[in-house]
Structure formats: C-alpha cells, structure tokens
C-alpha cells in the first residue's frame, strides 16, 4: 500500500462476473447445462445475465461505496474480459478496468483485485483448467498480463479466491463447474495446482518492476462444523462427518503449505495428493472469509441455536468465531485480511495492518 493509504481499511468487495455476468467462461457454460436428471444445473434454470451489471454501472456503485464512507474496494479481474482468446488481448476490457481504477482512485477507494475467483475462460477450461499441472504456466502469464497493465494502479493482489471451495463443489459435491461428483484425488489436484499456481505467479509478479512495492496474497474461505447437540450419539454419528468436512475444505493443508511448501491432501475413501516446493511459498497476506458455523443434526441438516440468526448459505451467523479466525494462523508473519460474508453477499473486508503474527512467539492477535 501507498503511504497515503490509511492501515485500516473498510470496504466492499465483488466478483465482476457475479455482478456482471459474462460469455464464453466455465461459468457461463455450466449455467446452460441440465443434470443426468435433466434438471437445470442451476435450481430454477436462473443464469447470471448481467447481474447487477456493475461492469457498465461501476460508477454508480462506486459513487455508493464512497457515500458509505468507507476506503476500500475489492473486485475480480475477470480472465475472460481480459483474454478471451488465448493469446489475444481485449483492449476493451482493458480500457474498462482502467476507467473503473481510474473512478475507485477518485473517490478515495483503495482498490483490492483477484485475479481468480472460481471464473476463467472457456479455452482454458477446455485445456483441462487446475487440474493440469501444464497449465499453471498460463495463469502465470495471466498474473503478468493484469499486473503489467494496472499494477501501477493497484496495490493489493489476491491471486485466488478459495481454491479449497472450488475443488471440493466442482469435483467432489457438484454445485460448480464441471460438476462432479466424489472425485477426491482430482479434487486435490486441483486445489495442489491453484497453490502452485499461486506461488508462480506471487514469484512473477515481484520479479517485474513496481512488483516489490504491492502486496500479493491469497483469499481462504474459513469453515467450523459441528453437531448440533453434544450427546455421545453426535460424538460417535456426526464428530466424523464434521473432521471430514472441515478437513476437505483445506484449511489446514493450505496453511501447512505456506509454512513449509509441502502439500498434503489425504481424503477418505483414497485420493492422496503430494507435493513439495522445496521452500517456503511466498505470500504476504492472507484473507479468512468467514461464511458462519455449520452445526448440524443427524439428517445432516444444517441448523441454528436459539438466538443466532441464519443466513442465506444456510449457515448459523456465530460472531465469536470472527475472534477465532485471527487465532487460525499463530505461525504467520503476514498481514491478515477478514472478510465477513453474510447470507451469499460480500458485505465487509477489512485490512489489520496491525495483525502480523510472530511464529518464534507464537503471539495471537484479535480482529
């Protein structure tokens, strides 16, 4: 960040393409596909469309933002607006990212961009996407591409929003692109390959000029379930299922992996995924998207204690664990930004200039 930009930062966040939609994207496919049911792939058939069609009323959002009196925005650099072809460049969405840096500079927003959220164009998914390990190459030419053109602009670079959540739901549960099911070791590979991903382009990125003076790091959705009662039948039923599901969301792996470089992804039922960068990966911040406190019951079920409120995903709004997410990381030594998703809306982020861990002390801090 510039040393005009205040080390506490409140904004709002988005993907471009949730608002705005797009064609010819993994997304934009799957939303037109029926199950082996032949229902819609999306209940109800809906298709994004253009969203709140923020691409075209940024400055109308933007203008919002502002009047709200807070200092920061976070948005998605969209691949396929960028390169929609591989190989060729869109002028036009560069201009556009332009005018919309251009308008966030103007209202004293300071912009914070993703170059990866669960969105890319249909060309690379078509080469096989993350699961190949060949293809990391042409993320990493991507990073270069947005990062030579806004990187004067933009001070804060999240390469990816949660790698961990689009293994699990595109390959394991089915509710994202390309919708398969219980493919565990295809889910570990997808999400070892975002991480290598990551660590390339973090690598690309510092290696061009002005890429010392931004910050780069990843986003990380953050996750606890448990039964709902505490009897010694949810112990023994549901305390598994729970260990399963808190593992798989890769927690754990992803913060092991930044510590040491070596990557681990141990599912049940097979799919053992390794890989050792053979140094510390770098990052210099990490964001915890805090969704809620998934309790469940013995029909797995998900559901809400007397005087919590639940939210749209369905998960139980449980504040207390906001505290628990600045102790998930004692060993880090980078900052940690905290995004508060409430119902399926990024309503709040904010940047803990403060929140830096010492690993030798083994220090927490509270958000």
Not at 75 to 84: D, F, G, H, Q, V
Request: charged share 15%; hydrophobic share 40%.
């Amino acid at each position: 960040m510039s040393t005009s930009t205040p080390s506490f930062l409140v904004g709002t966040a988005i993907s471009v393409y949730q608002n705005s939609g797009g064609t010819d994207t993994n997304w934009s496919e799957f939303e037109l596909k029926r199950t082996g049911s032949g229902k819609p792939s999306i209940k109800g058939g809906v298709t994004c469309g253009k969203g709140a069609n923020f691409w075209e009323l940024y400055e109308e959002d933007i203008k919002r933002a502002a009047s709200l009196k807070l200092n920061s925005f976070r948005l998605s650099i969209e691949w396929n607006r960028i390169e929609p072809t591989r190989g060729k460049i869109d002028e036009a969405g560069i201009a556009r990212y332009h005018q919309i840096f251009d308008c966030l500079h103007r209202h004293k927003l300071e912009p914070m961009v993703t170059l990866h959220h669960f969105v890319h164009p249909n060309w690379f998914e078509n080469l096989g996407g993350f699961t190949k390990e060949a293809n990391i190459p042409i993320f990493v030419e991507f990073a270069r591409t947005a990062f030579r053109h806004f990187g004067s602009k933009v001070k804060l670079w999240a390469t990816f929003n949660e790698p961990g959540v689009m293994g699990f739901c595109g390959w394991i549960y089915g509710t994202f692109p390309p919708a398969k099911i219980i493919q565990w070791a295809t889910a570990g590979r997808h999400m070892c390959n975002m991480l290598r991903a990551h660590t390339a382009a973090y690598q690309a990125i510092k290696a061009m000029p002005g890429g010392q003076g931004v910050q780069v790091g990843l986003v990380h959705n953050y996750m606890i379930y448990e039964p709902y009662t505490d009897t010694w039948a949810a112990k023994w039923y549901l305390q598994p299922v729970c260990n399963t599901m808190q593992y798989i969301w890769g927690t754990d792996i992803l913060l092991k992996y930044f510590q040491t470089g070596k990557f681990l992804w141990q599912a049940p039922f097979g799919g053992r995924v390794e890989f050792d960068e053979g140094s510390k990966p770098g990052l210099d911040f990490i964001g915890m998207n805090y969704y809620g406190r998934v309790r469940i019951d013995w029909k797995f079920a998900t559901l809400c204690k007397p005087g919590e409120t639940m939210g749209d995903m369905p998960f139980a709004l449980y504040g207390p664990d906001m505290f628990q997410v600045s102790n998930v990381t004692p060993w880090v030594t980078f900052r940690l930004i905290v995004t508060l998703l409430l119902g399926q809306l990024f309503l709040f982020f904010c940047i803990i200039q403060s929140a830096i861990f010492s690993f030798l002390s083994n220090s927490t801090a509270t958000v």
